[in-house]
């Protein structure tokens, strides 16, 4: 692949980011795998070595605007130029309306909001020099339809569709893409400590009656990364099983 198809993966270390740059060495791409804890970062390490493959680890907060936008200007010059980014980093401070506190909200929008705004805005330069941009934000049911007890959650994945849309009126011409996939429940550790009540309940919404696999959310981003989804932007790819149809 060209150096221009460097691909950035936030929250690369675990769960649907792992998957995704699983997916896209896979490819053939160069990725660039970020996340906050190094031991995660040091085990995807180990497991791509396994698949006969290399990544690029950067182990960072990127609620540090500073760190993130030069870490991203770095790799660009070091590259050639950025080509993918997924902005797949994200926390959760589930709480009821009533009980959630300002600082619960504000944590959720910096990471999983502000952060990818930034990101996008590092990288969005070297796109446009390029003429190449696939941009992929990766939103949620909860964004798409709401949900109880996640007002902070469902807003920062809510935001994050909007920034793909305004993004993609704005470069289109400029053969950059920018586009959400909304998972819903998927087999990680954030749904894993759910109670099975809860569970069972969800999977009676869901028409196929099951969990998805990190596996399906990384195909629907490898599918958007090629050169022939390039007529494919400003759109929002629910892969949940049917959940939010």
């Known amino acids: 692949m060209s150096e221009k198809r460097l691909a950035i993966v936030t929250g690369g270390a675990r769960g649907i980011g792992r998957a995704?740059?699983?997916?896209?060495?896979?490819?053939?791409?160069?990725?660039?795998?970020?996340?906050?804890?190094?031991?995660?970062?040091?085990?995807?390490q180990n497991v791509v070595k396994e698949a006969g493959f290399t990544v690029i680890t950067k182990c960072l907060d990127i609620t540090d605007?500073?760190?993130?936008?030069?870490?991203?200007?770095?790799?660009?010059?070091?590259?050639?130029?950025?080509?993918?980014?997924?902005?797949?980093?994200?926390?959760?401070?589930?709480?009821?309306?009533?009980?959630?506190?300002?600082?619960?909200?504000?944590?959720?929008?910096?990471?999983?909001?502000?952060?990818?705004?930034?990101?996008?805005?590092?990288?969005?330069?070297?796109?446009?020099?390029?003429?190449?941009g696939r941009i992929i934000n990766i939103s949620s049911v909860a964004g798409v339809m709401g949900q109880a007890g996640s007002a902070n959650y469902s807003a920062s994945k809510a935001g994050l569709i909007g920034v793909a849309k305004s993004?993609?009126?704005?470069?289109?011409?400029?053969?950059v893409t920018a586009n959400c996939i909304a998972p819903g429940f998927i087999e990680t550790d954030m749904t894993k400590i759910l109670p099975q009540p809860v569970k069972d309940a969800a999977k009676?919404?869901?028409?196929?009656?099951?969990?998805?696999?990190?596996?399906?959310?990384?195909?629907?981003?490898?599918?958007?990364?090629?050169?022939?989804?390039?007529?494919?932007?400003?759109?929002?790819?629910c892969v949940d099983g049917g959940m939010a149809m």
């Open 20 to 44: 995704i740059v699983l997916e896209l060495l896979g490819q053939g791409r160069e990725v660039v795998a970020m996340d906050i804890l190094p031991e995660p970062l040091e085990e995807l």
């Open 65 to 132: 605007t500073e760190k993130l936008t030069s870490t991203i200007a770095e790799l660009a010059k070091e590259h050639g130029g950025i080509g993918i980014l997924v902005n797949n980093a994200g926390i959760t401070r589930d709480k009821l309306m009533m009980q959630m506190d300002a600082s619960d909200f504000d944590s959720v929008i910096s990471v999983n909001l502000k952060a990818a705004f930034m990101a996008i805005q590092a990288s969005l330069r070297s796109m446009i020099r390029n003429k190449f």
């Open 167 to 175: 993004v993609a009126r704005e470069v289109g011409k400029k053969n």
């Open 204 to 237: 009676q919404v869901i028409p196929v009656k099951r969990f998805g696999a990190p596996e399906d959310i990384a195909k629907a981003v490898a599918f958007l990364t090629r050169d022939d989804a390039g007529y494919i932007t400003g759109q929002v790819l």
